[in-house]
Structure formats: structure tokens, C-alpha cells
């Protein structure tokens, strides 16, 4: 397809990146010539220099031609306008606009045909709602959903002294006592799809399947204890501050956010009356040692710098904090942070881009289409779930008897309001959603790709 990405900032860099593995054909459109230049040296993208919401720019880009725009500009106007002009030169045009500012959610989406917007991301909302599904489950580094919410796959680190050290994985079920499925295991950085003679090791991050409800049995046969979260403590007032506080409170969930900006400790607490807003510098361990970080559920460092966040996240590491959870916004590759303990590690650009993807490949395949794409293992897989039909290829026949494509795994079968962690005898039909973990480089957009 011919996508047009408006803004060359983080989220546009790694559309660019993502987008253009896969085949598309990307323009991206910035003011900012050293960032098109230095993106159109590592991808293969053609780059246009210009307003990205002016007419003639877009005309220059091709938009008269595309079948989608991206409008993720530093500014919501200016991708709300960009939609607009695109959309009006190119009736035929999909467009997807990147809106952050808390002001103009539910206004976006009331008028999106007035924008003339098909889809709006907010990817500092959408990093909020991950971290307080983390809290909601300490023990877990990662959760991510499927089946509508019936069935995750959620990360674990093998910590010195597991009941899993040294476990070869063929005996797993008998030592958690409940069906769970290792689907991919990061060891010393490199991603694996392990079979049963994997012997896990101290340090390893595994990637579990399960239905929802074997989480709480898994930790605690796991001996994970784990308490509901009652104090978060919330370094850094940005966006996603906000939503995550906003989102607490209303759980009734003790919330002291510290930030070190007086205007915006001032507009915090106008905005959220019952949060425990304090002004001070997070840099400062005195700071956090006097806010009572020591007699916290959980931290949260949510600063617009992650070398900041990572020394956060170590201070409360090195105070016994229970819970830790790490934005990070700039750092790519997070197998250099690995051996830090960091806790779970949010990416909010990562979060948005796995929501346009899988509107892309909706796109390009309008039938068996994934409904669902997250990326794991610090992107070096993939798991997507898609939804059966009576033109799927091998209904119900055996899994055993199937074909393959190498480094695919089927992880799990939703049938109704049932969730079936999969064996050779298991078989899937129309009606039922599949999902799949896949690590190698080729792109998995329609089910049929799954098979040798």
C-alpha cells in the first residue's frame, strides 16, 4: 500500500521503520530536513520537506494517489487539519491521527466524520491503561490480552532462587499445577521458541500463555505473593501521568505524584483534586525518601528522560519497592538494559505503532485480517490473533497433521467463552479466534500465511 507518514518524530520513525519491512511504500512528510534525512538513510522511505497540513505539500507527497495517512505531528491541530485537507483532496484517503491532549479525546472522536478522521491514537492513554493492568496483577512484567481480555500472554524474569531454574520445560505444568504454555523465552538477549527439552536458567524473561483466569493460580504456585496495589508512587506529571492517576483514583488507590515543574504541579492538581500532588526534583533521593517511597505498592517513572527513569527505577529497586514499572521513550533495542532491574518496561510509541499496524493489515487484508497484534520479546516476535471463517484452509483438522511455516507456533484457541491452551489433538473451526507466535522475519497478515 502507499501510506503517507506526517511527522518524523519517534512514533513516525518507528511507522517508517515497521511499515516499510513490510512492503509498504512510506512518504514521509516533516519541516525538519536533517530528520528525513537521517530517517531516509536508514529506511526505505522517499521523504518530502514541508507543512505537512498544507495543500501543495501534500499534493507533493503523493496523497492524491495513497491509500492511508499517518498525522503523528508534535501538535493535535495540526494533525486533526492534516486529516482534514488530505482527506478533502482524497475522498478514497484512510486517515489516522495521533491526539494526546486530554481536551480533545472524546471532542475527536464525537467528530471524527467532521475531521474526517477513520481512526484516532493516544498513545500516553493507551501506555496509562497497560500500567494499570500491570498494577493490578504485581508479578507479571508484561500482560497482553486476547479473546477480549479472556486469554494473555504475560512475562515473567526467572529471579535467583525460582522454582523454575533449571527446569526442563517438557515438566512446567507439573511444577505450576495448571496448563500455561511457554511461547518464547529471552536469554542473554536473543529471543527463543523453546520445546520441551528448553532447560530454563536463572535471568531468562519467559513469555507465557494462559487464560486470564490461571493467572492468580500460576504466581501463587509459583510462590509470587502478591498484594493489591494500595500506594503508587508516580514520578514525572506528563500525559500519561495524568491518565494513569486519573485512572487510580477512581479505584480508590492512594496516588502522591511528584513532579518538578510549579505550572504543571499547578494544573495537575486543578485537574485531579484528589491526587497528592508534590513539586520537587525526582533526581533528589531525598526527595523520594521523604514522600515515603520506602512504604510504597508501587513505582511509577514516568519523566521525559529515561536515563532519569532508569535511575528511578533503580533507587526504588535498591528500596525494596514491590512493584516497579519503567517508561522508556527513546531506547530502541532493550537488550542493553536487560540486566538492570527495571521492573516492566512501557514503551508508548511501541503500544501505538502495534495499534496502527494491525489497522494497516486490516487494510491490505480486508478477510482474515488480525484482530489483534502485540509485539514481544523486546520485538523480536510477534503475537497475533486472528478470527476463524468457513474459507480458513484446515478446519478441524488435527494440529499435529498440519504444516507449519518454520518458527510459528499456535498458542491458543478461543472457542465461545472457552480458552484452550493447545495440543497436537487440538483442532480449530469457524467462529473461533487463533492465536500465533511468530519469530521470524516474514510478516504474518492473513492466517493462510501460517502454513508451510
Not at 384 to 400: A, Q, S, V, W
Request: net charge negative; proline share 3%; hydrophobic share 40%.
Amino acid at each position: 500500500m502507499k501510506i503517507l507518514i506526517a511527522g518524523d518524530g519517534k512514533l513516525g520513525e518507528t511507522l517508517s521503520r515497521q511499515l516499510s519491512a513490510e512492503g509498504h511504500e512510506i512518504t514521509l512528510v516533516d519541516s525538519n530536513p536533517a530528520v528525513l534525512e537521517s530517517s531516509v538513510n536508514r529506511y526505505d522511505v522517499i521523504a518530502v520537506q514541508g507543512n505537512c497540513a498544507a495543500m501543495d505539500v501534500l499534493r507533493d507527497a503523493g496523497v492524491e494517489s495513497a491509500d492511508l495517512l499517518i498525522a503523528v505531528t508534535g501538535t493535535d491541530e495540526v494533525n486533526l487539519l492534516c486529516c482534514s485537507t488530505a482527506h478533502w483532496i482524497n475522498p478514497n484517503l484512510h486517515t489516522i491521527a495521533r491526539i494526546r491532549n486530554p481536551e480533545y479525546s472524546e471532542q475527536a472522536y464525537a467528530m471524527k466524520d467532521a475531521f474526517a478522521i477513520s481512526m484516532t491514537v493516544n498513545p500516553d492513554q493507551q501506555a496509562a491503561i497497560e500500567i494499570e493492568r500491570l498494577l493490578k496483577y504485581p508479578g507479571f512484567l508484561k500482560r497482553d490480552s486476547f479473546a477480549k481480555g479472556r486469554m494473555e500472554i504475560v512475562e515473567l524474569r526467572l529471579e535467583e532462587g525460582s522454582k523454575l531454574c533449571n527446569v526442563m520445560l517438557s515438566s512446567l505444568n507439573s511444577i505450576v499445577k495448571c496448563k500455561v504454555l511457554v511461547c518464547a523465552v529471552v536469554r542473554n538477549g536473543t529471543a527463543v521458541t523453546p520445546d520441551g527439552n528448553f532447560v530454563l536458567m536463572e535471568g531468562d524473561r519467559l513469555f507465557v500463555t494462559a487464560p486470564t483466569d490461571t493467572l492468580s493460580v500460576l504466581l501463587k504456585n509459583l510462590g509470587i505473593i502478591t498484594h493489591r496495589v494500595q500506594r503508587v508512587m508516580i514520578v514525572g506529571g506528563g500525559k500519561v501521568s495524568y491518565y494513569l492517576a486519573d485512572a487510580l483514583q477512581k479505584s480508590h488507590i492512594d496516588v502522591q505524584l511528584i513532579e518538578r515543574s510549579e505550572e504543571r504541579c499547578l494544573a495537575l492538581a486543578d485537574q485531579l483534586p484528589n491526587i497528592n500532588v508534590i513539586r520537587g526534583d525526582a533526581s533528589d533521593q531525598s526527595v523520594l525518601e521523604s514522600e515515603g517511597l520506602a512504604s510504597s505498592s508501587a513505582l511509577v517513572a514516568l519523566t521525559g528522560l529515561d536515563e532519569l527513569n532508569m535511575v528511578v527505577a533503580l533507587y526504588g529497586k535498591r528500596n525494596n519497592v514491590p512493584q516497579i514499572i519503567t517508561k522508556m521513550s527513546r531506547i530502541e533495542d532493550t537488550s542493553v538494559i536487560d540486566s538492570l532491574s527495571l521492573g516492566s518496561v512501557i514503551s508508548p510509541r511501541n503500544l501505538c505503532c502495534n495499534t496502527i499496524v494491525r489497522y494497516v493489515r486490516a487494510m491490505q487484508n480486508q478477510v482474515g485480517a488480525a484482530i489483534t497484534v502485540h509485539s514481544i520479546a523486546d520485538g523480536k516476535a510477534e503475537a497475533t490473533e486472528f478470527l476463524i471463517d468457513d474459507e480458513t484452509p484446515h478446519c478441524g483438522e488435527p494440529l499435529k497433521t498440519l504444516k507449519l511455516r518454520e518458527n510459528v507456533l499456535v498458542v491458543g484457541i478461543n472457542r465461545g467463552n472457552t480458552t484452550e491452551i493447545p495440543n497436537g489433538d487440538s483442532t480449530f473451526h469457524a467462529g473461533d479466534s487463533v492465536v500465533i507466535v511468530s519469530t521470524g522475519t516474514g510478516v504474518i497478515g492473513h492466517f493462510g500465511d501460517i502454513f508451510a
